[in-house]
């Protein structure tokens, strides 16, 4: 039995880093919304530039399998010169790949690296997903994915019904666009939900100024079991309908944040199978992403089993 299969897309992500007096941060009075500014039509000079694998799915699928889970990818890549590179990582962390097929491009992002903080392009290509698995796992993470993605779930629904295999729910950006009630199915079958503050209050057309534990209980009415926000410096917070449940961050020095919620996700996910308490797992979530942004690109700060156990021990990143 497999301990978790990630469903979503996998990608080459493209950094690019900006030097501080080449942008600028333009913010309404309320600073509920910022935009990232650039001299249009001008040759903006970068600070360094790096590529690697991302995509939720595999930052999930290696996050985990670091911490030790026996993982499995449902994922569709190209057949191209990218693809390579998403199939020699994914082999190198042992990553089971029997369901890993190939058509078309591979899923590119360019991440502008600006003061610590990332603004994502993003490229889905048209997919055909299938969900075919027959080995049972303990663990579902169902991410980001392309339109068509949709046709898929009521597969996935199946297996985790037949198999007693608790699901997570990540929506990703297209996911979150099309809103709850086109994955009310998911929901009603979903055992946690995690989603950052933004994203809550978005998917559930709250004000920005809702407070957490209201956030929280109106994504539990959505279905879910378990409900996490992650809310940058201020933490992550659960509520599994009777408690509510905070977890700090861990302190880390940014240099970006590309693939900080998938790193809090493999933690949290590493802590609940390996039978620790919803607490526990939190703060191995939180001391995954504390490593991931000090590292540019999604995997590079993933951090191992010994590693968790060491900063438990020691309380150091």
Sequence with gaps: MLDLITVGDASIDTFCLLDHEEADVLCDLDQTKCRLSLDYADKIPLRGMDNSVGGNAANVAVGAGRLGLNVSIVSTIGIDEPSRKVIHTLERENIDL???????????????????????????????????????????????????????????????????????????????????????????????????????????????????????????????????????????????????????????????????????????????????DIETAMGWGSINSASVIQHIGAQRGLLTLPQIANHVENKTV
């Excluded at 209050?201 to 920005?208: K, M, Q």
């Excluded at 926000?229 to 940014?254: H, M, Q, V, W």
Aim: proline share 5%.
């Design 98 to 276: 029997n369901n890993l097929r190939r058509e078309g491009k591979t899923n590119q992002s360019v991440a502008l690296i600006y003061q610590g903080e990332r603004t994502l392009l993003v490229r889905h290509e048209p997919r055909e997903y299938s969900f075919n698995v027959t080995v049972p796992a303990k663990w579902l993470y169902l991410t980001s994915m392309a339109r068509e993605g949709e046709k898929i779930t009521a597969n996935i629904i199946k297996f985790v019904q037949d198999n007693n295999t608790k699901l997570i729910f990540a929506p990703g950006t297209l996911q979150l666009r099309l809103g709850p009630e086109r994955f009310k199915n998911v929901l009603d079958e979903t055992d946690i939900i995690i989603l950052n503050r933004p994203e809550a209050i978005a998917y559930t057309g709250s004000s920005a100024q809702t407070e957490i534990p209201k956030l929280l209980e109106s994504l539990a009415e959505l279905g879910p079991e378990l409900v996490i926000i992650t809310d940058g410096e201020n933490g992550s917070f659960g509520y599994d309908g009777n408690r509510l449940y905070r977890c700090p961050i861990t302190p880390a020095r940014k240099v970006e944040a590309t693939g900080a919620g998938d790193g809090y996700a493999s933690g949290l996910i590493a802590g609940l199978v390996h039978d620790h």
